[in-house]
């Protein structure tokens, strides 16, 4: 019988690389190592934020990296809210884990290009027809 950590059944696992191994219980000496541990213990999907380098998944039959998206970054502040929340949005519209962390990296992106925890109607516009013309919506 596993036994998993606090909080273990929420169906997703987002978690910053700094706290990855922490949370998975075991000695990981990568992020990859950790999500795949972390996934062990809980059985959920978990997804590694990496900043600027993108993130990784997890879910038990897919895993990967998805790199980042490139901006100019004012404020963090919001990116991490931003990308949750546009990755369960793409899910529950139907995209696979791989799409739907794309679609995630570019919201996390446009959110730290700005000052504050959202998007201006202009700016989220702009990111709206931008994935739509690289076919991610």
Request: aromatic fraction near 4%.
């Amino acid at each position: 019988r596993r036994t998993a950590p606090p909080g273990a059944a929420w169906p997703l696992w987002p978690v910053p690389d700094g706290e990855t191994a922490r949370r998975c219980g075991q000695a990981a000496e990568t992020p990859e190592e950790a999500a795949a541990a972390l996934h062990a213990v809980t059985g959920a999907p978990v997804i590694v934020t990496l900043g600027g380098d993108g993130c990784l998944y997890e879910t038990g039959t897919e895993r990967g990296h998805i790199p980042p998206v490139k901006t100019e970054v004012a404020d963090t502040i919001g990116a991490g809210d931003a990308h949750v929340g546009a990755l369960m949005a793409r899910r529950a519209l139907g995209d696979d884990w791989r799409t739907a962390l794309i679609v995630a990296n570019h919201y996390a992106a446009a959110v730290t290009a700005v000052t504050g925890a959202q998007l201006g109607d202009g700016d989220f516009a702009a990111l709206q027809a931008r994935l739509r013309r690289e076919g991610l919506l």
